[in-house]
C-alpha cells in the first residue's frame, strides 16, 4: 500500500468532514420509489438479475434527472390541429456522453435510451503500482468536444481520484468545465468535495451521498463492488474503480 497517496486521501477527507455539500451537488430526491430501489441493489444478497434491473432502472431516473439541468431555449412549433405550442428546446450544440470504465459504461444504455444519437466517448483509468498515482490507460473520445455538454458517468464515486483524473482528461480535449456533468449511482461525501474543491464548474449529479470511506476506500454504508455484482465477475485489482477496492 502507498502510504503518501494514502495518508493525502485521508487528510483530504478529515479536511472536510462536517462541511457543508457544495452547491454544486444535486442529490435526486429520495422518494420511496428511489428508497426501495436502493434498498434492493445495497442488499447483499439481491441476486445479479435483480441487481442488473434495478440498478439499470435507477441509471434512468438519474439521466432524466441531469438532464433537467442543461439549458433550454423557447422555441414555437405547430402542432397538427395548426395552432402554436410554446416549447422548449436545448440551447446548445450537442450532448456527448463519456463513460469511465468498466462500470461506468453500465450507464451508457440508459443514456442512449434517453438521447437520440447521442456520441460517446471511453476513458479507463487504472493504478500504477510503482506510485500508487492513477494513469491514463485508455481514451477514446468524439471530435470537437469544444462546444458539447458532456455527460461524464461512474457508477460510484468514492474519494473520487478517477473522476478528477477524468474530469483533467475532458478539460485537455477543450470541454468547456461548467459543462460537464459527473453522474454516478452512489457517491461518498469524501469524493463530492474533491471533486468539487477541483473543478467548482462542474455539475455532480447522483442518486445518493453516503457519508464514510473506511480504510479500504469503499464507501458506507455503500453498494460494494459494483462491476463484480454487475458483471458478474472479480475485478482485477488495478482497476481504478469507484467504489472497488483500489489497489492504492
Known amino acids: 500500500r502507498h502510504m503518501c ?33 436502493h434498498t434492493i441493489i445495497r442488499n447483499k444478497e439481491t441476486s445479479r438479475d435483480e441487481f442488473i434491473f434495478y440498478s439499470k432502472r435507477l441509471m434512468r431516473l438519474l439521466i432524466e434527472h441531469a438532464l433537467s439541468f442543461l439549458p433550454l431555449k423557447p422555441v414555437s412549433v405547430e402542432t397538427p390541429q395548426g395552432t402554436v405550442y410554446e416549447g422548449k428546446r436545448l ?19 440508459a443514456l442512449m435510451a434517453v438521447c437520440k444519437d447521442i456520441r460517446l466517448g471511453k476513458i479507463l ?22 462546444e458539447d455538454y458532456v455527460i461524464l458517468m461512474d457508477s460510484t464515486v468514492s474519494t473520487g481520484a478517477a473522476a478528477l483524473m477524468a474530469v483533467r482528461v475532458l478539460l485537455d480535449h477543450d470541454v468547456q468545465e461548467d459543462k460537464i456533468f459527473l453522474l454516478s449511482l452512489l457517491m461518498a461525501e469524501m469524493g463530492v468535495h474533491s471533486v468539487a474543491y477541483a473543478f467548482p464548474k462542474v455539475r455532480i449529479i447522483t442518486t445518493a451521498v453516503d457519508k464514510n470511506v473506511n480504510d479500504e476506500f469503499h464507501i458506507i454504508p455503500g453498494i460494494g463492488n ?10 482485477p485489482s488495478d482497476w481504478y474503480e469507484s467504489d472497488e477496492g483500489m489497489d492504492y
Open 5 to 37: 497517496l494514502e495518508r493525502n486521501e485521508s487528510a483530504l477527507a478529515s479536511a472536510h468532514q462536517g462541511q457543508p455539500l457544495p452547491e454544486t451537488l444535486s442529490v435526486m430526491e429520495s422518494t420511496p420509489q428511489v428508497r426501495g430501489m
Open 91 to 109: 440551447s446548445g450544440k450537442r450532448i456527448t456522453g463519456v463513460s469511465i470504465l468498466r462500470a461506468g459504461e453500465t450507464m451508457e444504455q
Open 125 to 146: 483509468i487504472q493504478t500504477n503500482h510503482d506510485t500508487g498515482e492513477p494513469e491514463l490507460h485508455y481514451l477514446r473520445l468524439p471530435k470537437d468536444l469544444s
Open 226 to 235: 459494483f462491476g463484480d455484482r454487475y458483471f458478474g465477475t472479480d475485478a
